[in-house]
């Protein structure tokens, strides 16, 4: 049966500084978490601890019930994959996969069916006699995790799996993990900076910010309603935009009308590109200032005065719009997220129908 | 193109001049009165004495290097304590001095008149003049070697391997015999080779506290010069080919070695400028 892991009230401070700040966690038995965050979240550190690597100040670690806390990596049943691999660079593909059978005393012919199913699972089953440097950054990646499950772990840990690959590699290995998580049902945690891969790779995943956690969710959740301003920064690019509401209807600083949203006072507004849709109308208070298309995606940027916008729309329907630079336009926001001076308090921004630069209302 | 010629050629000179050339008079001295006096000057039972002792005193001073060269890279390259820099320091400091001075220091120490040398003969121990005062100033001089081949290696491989050891379920002595021992064996190997030639070739320290009493405390080296200054020269250059051949054989060892384990090398070497 797959493990459930729960981290209750846990400290962690290197000298002065507090690398988790009572963080509270509780992994499902055979979910794929994510723990997304930016550098010096302390997210590794997360994971370190829940492997054994390392001990808290304070805190509780369970796995089904059992205290981890002071228990060792092998006690714990974890396996991890580490960043830069650690493969055991004098030993060959095979040694690197048998080592914690041999560790265990394992029967030769027991190493022998064990590594090779493992090869085969990964598939480098031609490389057995490789030397790790001989070896792609990808064939690392995966030789580092079929030593990791070679004794059959409870719990999967990946500290930034795929960090050091190449984007394509990247992808390929994601489906590869993402298809192999599913056969085995292992409960695994992986950590990564980067969003994309979160949101497309795990069940369920953990924000985390200056050693707390800001939100966890699945990444529709999220996404759709992150809880602070920093979660929304944090999950891809907005056009921030000083506001404020008042009878329901929010406005922007600059004076364009936003929306209608449940709100009061003086708000920001998080607006993401492709929310923001420009039309052109010679008579519009808006003007295209530049339009890049990469490829499928195009990028149009507005202005009102000095307010500048930022949207993005598939080119096809760019072209169809026909947009084109220096014409004259309106936009239509069609969805965003308010929140208060201190980020907190999101309240979704529902649209008007397309709407016309309002003269500055004060 | 001409300029690279050049180069190569004055490389070439230098070391025919510097390296090849002496080695070929040793031997053709050697061998000058024929093979049989060669042999002879080899089996007199102060040369044989003296081998025995070159061998003793290296039998112990490369170990105990090793040992102490494996240590101080372990502390010094997983851990960061008070005086770290400073042990780095103080590991080179044999390079740096003369090895007669510290042949003296031993002297000014351990010597009848020395620091503790009323305590050490009050306890019948004899340092100076006799086999442990020449292990200690070997070691003193050989110091560096393994420590210093082995230290940078292990501060740039860190201790990634180790944790995932941890995390794959081996213990403290699994760890240190099966990845952090192996991963520098070949930094050792080097440093056991060159320590090892050192410790043979030894003069300067081992001279001053030797007392040069032949047949009990000469070593080859020593021994070469004892005989050359009483104009056994063909004797002198018959030793010091033995030594001559001792530096050989250590060059040819480290190459075999490097040619038998090349897959290996060259894999750990790619990744070394990856």
């Keep these: 049966m797959s493990t459930e892991i729960s981290v209750d009230g846990i400290y962690r401070h290197f000298g002065a500084h507090t690398v988790l700040d009572n963080v509270n966690l509780a992994v499902r038995p055979g979910e794929l978490l994510a723990l997304l965050g930016p550098s010096g979240s302390g997210k590794t550190t997360l994971l370190r601890l829940i492997a054994g690597l390392d001990n808290p100040d304070q805190g509780a670690i369970r796995f089904d019930q059992y205290n981890a806390i002071g228990r060792k990596p092998k006690e714990r049943g974890v396996g991890f994959v580490f960043q830069h691999y650690a493969l055991f660079r004098h030993m060959t593909v095979f040694e690197n996969i048998a080592f914690s059978l041999r560790i265990r005393r394992a029967k030769k012919p027991e190493v022998q069916a064990r590594v090779e199913e493992l090869l085969k699972l990964i598939q480098l089953d031609t490389l057995a006699d490789r030397y790790p440097a001989q070896l792609s950054g990808g064939q690392r990646q995966r030789v580092a995790l079929a030593r990791a499950l070679a004794t059959q772990p409870r719990v999967l840990l990946l500290d930034e799996p795929f960090g050091a690959l190449d984007a394509v590699v990247r992808r390929d290995l994601r489906r590869w993990l993402r298809r192999l998580h599913e056969e085995m049902a292992i409960t695994t945690l992986f950590v990564t900076h980067d969003q994309e891969e979160a949101f497309d790779l795990a069940d369920r995943v953990v924000i985390m910010n200056g050693g707390r956690i800001c939100q966890q969710g699945t990444p529709i959740e999220i996404y759709q309603t992150p809880s602070n301003a920093f979660v929304h920064e944090f999950l891809g690019e907005s056009n921030k935009i000083p506001a404020f509401a008042r009878d329901g209807v929010v406005q922007a600083q600059a004076g364009f009308a936003l929306g209608r949203a449940a709100a009061e006072g003086e708000l920001t507004a998080y607006i993401r590109p492709h929310y923001i849709v420009p039309a052109t109308n010679p008579d519009g208070a808006w003007k295209i200032a530049r339009i890049a298309a990469t490829g499928a995606q195009a990028r149009i940027t507005v202005t009102f005065g000095d307010t500048v916008l930022e949207s993005a729309m598939t080119a096809d329907a760019m072209l169809a719009a026909g947009l084109q630079p220096d014409q004259n336009a309106d936009i239509a926001i069609t969805g965003g997220m308010l929140f208060d001076a201190q980020g907190n308090n999101p309240v979704k921004l529902l649209p008007t129908l397309a709407t016309r630069a309002l003269e500055r209302v004060v | ?274």
């Excluded at chain 2, 002879?40 to 070159?54: E, K, R, S, Y």
């Excluded at chain 2, 080919?241 to 054989?249: D, E, F, N, R, Y």
């Design chain 2, 1 to 274: 193109m001409a300029a690279k010629n050049i180069l190569i050629a004055a490389a070439l000179a230098f070391m025919t001049l510097f390296l090849v050339l002496p080695l070929i008079v040793v031997f053709s001295e050697a061998l000058a009165a024929g093979v049989g006096t060669y042999f002879t000057a080899l089996v007199d039972p102060n040369v044989a004495a003296a081998i025995g002792l070159t061998l003793l005193i290296a039998a112990i001073a490369v170990p105990s290097n090793l040992i102490f060269g494996i240590f101080a890279s372990w502390c010094i390259a997983k851990f960061d304590f008070v005086g770290r820099n400073l042990l780095i320091t103080l590991i080179d400091l044999p390079f740096s001095i003369s090895p007669v001075i510290a042949g003296l220091l031993e002297v000014l120490l351990f010597g009848l008149n020395g620091l503790l040398g009323g305590w050490l003969s009050d306890h019948n121990i004899q340092i100076i003049f006799a086999l442990p005062g020449m292990v200690l100033a070997t070691i003193f001089v050989t110091f560096p070697f393994v420590a210093r081949e082995v230290i940078p290696l292990a501060q740039e491989q860190g201790n990634d391997e180790e944790e995932a050891a941890v995390t794959l379920g081996a213990n403290g002595l699994q760890i240190f015999f099966r990845i952090s021992l192996p991963k520098l064996r070949w930094g050792l190997l080097y440093g056991v080779l060159l320590c090892n030639a050192r410790a043979m070739g030894e003069f300067g320290a081992v001279s001053v506290v030797s007392g040069k009493i032949f047949g009990q405390t000469d070593t080859l080296s020593l021994a070469v010069e004892s005989l050359y200054t009483s104009y056994e020269i063909q004797a002198a250059f018959a030793v010091a080919s033995l030594l001559a051949l001792l530096a050989l054989v250590t060059l040819v060892l480290k190459a075999a070695l490097e040619w038998r384990h090349r897959d290996e090398l060259f894999a750990t070497r790619r990744k070394k400028a990856a």
